[in-house]
């Protein structure tokens, strides 16, 4: 049984840096392709950014290009989301997730078969 869970999500004030880590368990870490989504209240889960399973093509939804960097450590079976120069629209609960497969789309939430429960992350103005 693959299980993805999420560290690092906190209060940061505008301006500020978190980096959120999610470690795999149970799978093959190093052959999925890994994706950040987020959800903020009232609003549907959207693409974060997402990585593939070699670590060799990354890709980012356009609001945080510049500011949010995937990567990841198939010996620590485990994704970064390194995110600095937050704003309080970044606000929102933050989920990792596994893709088995390359996905057709990287931005669909549906590709993805695993994921985490979530951190917080609360941005303050």
């Known amino acids: 049984q693959v299980q993805l869970v999420e560290s690092g999500g906190g209060l940061v004030q505008a301006g500020g840096s978190l980096n959120l880590s999610c470690a795999v368990s149970?799978?093959?870490?190093?052959?999925?392709?890994m994706g950040w989504f987020r959800q903020a209240p009232g609003k549907e889960r959207e693409f974060v950014a997402a990585?593939?399973?070699?670590?060799?093509?990354?890709y980012y939804t356009d609001s945080v290009k510049g500011r949010v960097t995937i990567s990841r450590d198939n010996a620590k079976n485990t994704v970064y989301l390194q995110m600095n120069s937050l704003k309080p629209e970044d606000t929102a609960v933050y989920y990792c997730?596994?893709?088995?497969?390359?996905?057709?789309?990287?931005?669909?939430?549906?590709?993805?078969?695993?994921w985490g429960q979530g951190t917080q992350v609360t941005v303050s103005s």
């Open positions: 997730a596994a893709d088995t497969s390359t996905p057709y789309n990287w931005t669909w939430a549906f590709e993805y078969e695993y």
């Open positions: 149970g799978g093959t870490f190093s052959s999925y392709c």
């Open positions: 990585i593939s399973w070699s670590g060799g093509d990354s």
